[in-house]
């Protein structure tokens, strides 16, 4: 298509593109107007141009982005103007094209993608795919009639040009026509443009549309990435592109013997800027012009500046790559950036970001476009007891140093995991750059995976403990270090919510992201039930309700077992499936078996649920209730020993474990499972003081301790003759009272730990003494003895999470009424009768 056309050939290529919408009214037809493969010129590449300073490139793109073609009319007309430029008299296509056909003014030539062929308008006006008439096929409309150019009319100008059209076109046919053009004033800074006009369509965007333009000689300059440096430090640099901001090659904007300088900025300089120092000066072709001659480095060059001189400006073509330039940053300080600076004799200075100062760290990432995995917890890799296929595997984590050596191996570092959250079977690992262990990593690391393994056995499988000297630091001008891997987890049976794995160390700074989820399969809802010593048959008054977490999750043969703290099951109880479930059991009612020593009830599903979660209610349980009970609070165990311990441990029974509690965790030395790490066991309480005993068999008033001190401000209390730590010091509030905090208090007076109560929802705590149960709420101004309400002197307060109380309030409700303040000491002392 990019052949010089005359006047005529370019307005019937106007008139082709047009017919789309030509022949419509206005409101039914829209063409728009676009510039394709516009030309940039120095003056002395379009003064110098053969045939006359011809502008040849340049094409004219119409679309039809509206047209009703049933109320399209039967003409239409469409101008086409230039500015600063006039159309090229003479044939754009071969003499021996046209041959016989004496078309001289009439011949041109459109591309239509409508059907993708290349038309012509030949003498008759008509549209043909071929150039002889006689062997052509007409380009028709959907109505199956020829397109015509009726009439081509120049208006006795050059510069403009009017073309008829007759025919009908559809929405999204779109034309090219060459803008075959020579330009009245070739000075730097003009242009040619081309407009669109018509009477009888709309022309979107069709005003003053530039295909040509006279610009100065420049360059242009970009990098093929920025890096991160700290100071003191180098880099390399990958990439750095210059190109002619005009023309096709150097050759429009330098000459042989010209200088091309690059300059860093201060607090930056090159560590390699010499002859076979390293990096290399590249045309398009990968040829190196600086080793080849075609370029050389001058003697004025420095530290922070290289000169260059053309040897060969045709060797340049029409790019130059400066490949592995290292810049290092002197005296650079954080956040500071390195600005290359690039000058070429005649052009305008250009600049680019190298790098940029940062300090030495190392990031802790995921990708942020996967799902985070949900994963039940109390259950091993298999699922044991579960339906869930997932394999436990958390997100996939990478660990990446800002730049070469900023991975300091003279300081460890540790990943944590939540506690309750352990690692189990194998850890996937990869590495990018050039990282790798040290000869005398941790015992049996002779790889990445096992590095990880040794580095959980040395953090006492809670943590991921990495000591200094594993692995071996990168060196300036390598690639970035860094490290992925993927966690297999298992979680403790209580333990829900997000895993977020946190990066710590003296050599980077604290990061958190989060790698999974976990979720209990089941969960349950109790109430606390304050009861009275009995002997046997003592009945909880309220149900217990087990919620499956989804449809189908308890496997057949899941067993679950419900506990008491101390307190063996009478008798069963009732139970109650929901009818929507589907789940089914293998007994209608709960059983008692014997499990370490007291009485335990239990369910056995027989059948899994369909589409809606189970929901089973135990109602009518009875407890023997020993005469010696202490009163206190009493802890709900629910869980499924099947989950826990296996299929063929449940319940006390024999053969291998499969359960959780098995499930082995990483370790490159010995195995261990989960029951060996974890000093607290694990925790399956559903209900803390699900019974709560209110008079005790052996009720003991008179338990107090004979004198507890209290230092407002230390950490510490004196109970009789022991000095005992605390956690939170009393202080005095704002109000001048003296605070205790409740639970360090209580302690000392004697008070079972148990029997001091915390629930979140409220913010109450309770106090079970003897006969006496003692609460209070965060913000209120009264304590509750017994349900009867005692005024305070002033609120229940909460710092640093823990609760205080005012000094006599707190010993009031106690009962000990021999409370002495020291203002001189700032002491209190609670003095409980003998």
Known sequence: MKKFLSMVMAAAMVVSLVPATAFAASSDVQLEAKVVDAENYTQDEIEGTPNNSIVSGPELQLRVTTADYSKQNATAEITLSLDNANFVAGRGIGDADFTGLNIVE??????????????????????????????????M???????????VDFNNDKDEVTIKLEGKLTRGDMFYIPLASKMDSTS?????????????????????????????KGIKASVKKAVDVATEEFVKIEEVKVEPSVGNDFTAVIDNNDFIRLKLNSGFEFTNATVGGGFTIENKNGADILLSGKLTIEAESD?????????????????????????????????STANLRIYADGSDTVSVEVAKVV??????????????????????????????????????????????????????????????????????????????????????????????????????????????RGWDETKPGDKAAEVTFTLTLVADPNFEGDVVLKLTGDAMEEQEVT???????????AQQNDMQIDYRNTEIPTSVVIKEAEAGLWAKGTKFELALDKISFDDEGTIKVDEKSGLELKDDKVRIDRVGGQDVIYFTVDSRSDDEPATVTLSGMQLYMDRSLPAGAYDLDVYSPTMLYGKDNAAGGTGTNTGY?????????????????????YSTTAKAGFVNIVTAGREDTDSFTTKVVVPVGESYLISGENKVTIDVPAYINANGYTMLPLRAVAKALGINE?????????????????????????????????????????????????????????????????????????????????
């Open 188 to 216: 730097r800074g003009k242009s040619a443009t081309v407009s669109v006009d018509s009477s009888d369509v709309t022309i979107k965007n069709g005003d003053d549309l530039t295909y040509a333009s006279v610009e100065a």
């Open 661 to 681: 509690l098995d499930q082995l965790v990483l370790s490159p030395v010995a195995t261990k499972d989960i029951e060996d790490i974890n000093e607290d066991f």
């Open 754 to 834: 148990n029997n001091v109560l915390w629930d979140q929802a409220s913010r109450t705590a309770t106090v079970m003494y003897g006969s006496k149960i003692i609460s209070m709420t965060y913000g209120q101004k009264v304590v509750y003895v017994n349900a009867a309400p005692i005024p305070a002197s002033t609120s229940v307060e909460i710092k640093e999470n823990r609760m205080f109380l005012g000094l006599r309030d707190l010993g009031n409700a106690l009962g000990v009424t021999d409370i002495t303040w020291d203002a001189a000491t700032k002491t209190a002392t609670l003095n409980g009768s003998k």
């Open 515 to 525: 790698i999974a989820k976990f979720v209990k399969p089941f969960v349950v809802e």
């Open 106 to 139: 009439w011949a041109m030539s459109f591309v239509s993608d409508r059907d993708g062929e290349t038309y012509y308008v030949g003498i008759d006006g008509k549209m043909w795919k071929h150039h002889s008439v006689a062997h052509g096929n007409q380009l």
């Open 359 to 468: 300090e030495y760290s190392v990031s802790m990432t995921v990708d942020e476009d996967e799902d985070v995995p949900v994963i039940y917890s109390g259950v091993n890799v298999a699922n044991e007891g579960i339906t869930d296929d997932n394999d436990h595997e958390a997100l996939e984590v990478t660990l990446k140093e800002t730049f070469p050596g900023a991975w300091n191996n003279a300081k460890d570092f540790t990943l944590s995991l939540p506690e309750g959250v352990y690692v189990a079977d194998t850890i996937k690992t990869g590495t990018d750059g050039d990282f790798y262990l040290a000869s005398h990593t941790a015992p049996n690391a002779t790889n990445m995976k096992d590095w990880f393994e040794a580095a959980y056995d040395e953090g006492n499988y809670v943590d991921l403990t990495f000591e200094r």
């Open 303 to 335: 530290n922070d500046e290289i000169i260059l001189k053309v040897v060969d400006k045709t060797a340049l073509t029409d790019v130059i790559k400066f490949v592995g330039l290292q810049v290092e940053a002197t005296s650079a300080k954080a956040g």
């Open 141 to 151: 409309d959907r109505d199956n009639n020829p397109i015509l150019v009726t009439d």
